[in-house]
């Protein structure tokens, strides 16, 4: 299985700034040495979405509604995704997941609350 932990949402006015972080661990997370992880939202009464993901090897793939503003990364020896959020708006608000896609199954974090107040 694949435990993910996440951590850094929070409330932060419009403009602001915030760093997710999401650890990965798990048998089955070890002996796949090729995955991609991401991040995606939920805003109240609206669809998951995706944000952004980035692969072992680097590539990248960001929301139209974030690009320029949002940046993620990985850091392999720890297991570790991050995303870094700037210049926040009120609509980035959702909550937040990580996840882990290690072909064909796809793996959730519990979700971490984001709050851009205006």
């Known amino acids: 299985q694949v435990q993910l932990v996440e951590s850094g949402g929070g409330l932060v006015q419009a403009g602001g700034s915030l760093r997710l972080s999401c650890g990965a661990s798990?048998?089955?997370?070890?002996?796949?040495?090729?995955?991609?992880m991401g991040w995606y939202r939920q805003a109240p009464g609206k669809q998951r979405e995706l944000v952004a993901t980035?692969?072992?090897?680097?590539?990248?793939n960001y929301a139209d509604s974030v690009m320029g503003r949002f940046t993620i990364s990985r850091d392999n020896g720890k297991n570790t995704v991050y995303l870094q959020m700037n210049s926040l708006k009120p609509e980035d608000t959702a909550v937040y997941y990580c996840?882990?896609?290690?072909?064909?199954?796809?793996?959730w974090g519990q979700g971490t609350q984001v709050t851009v107040s205006s």
């Open positions: 996840n882990v896609n290690l072909y064909p199954t796809d793996y």
């Open positions: 798990g048998t089955l997370f070890n002996i796949f040495s090729r995955n991609r």
């Open positions: 980035v692969t072992t090897a680097g590539s990248t």
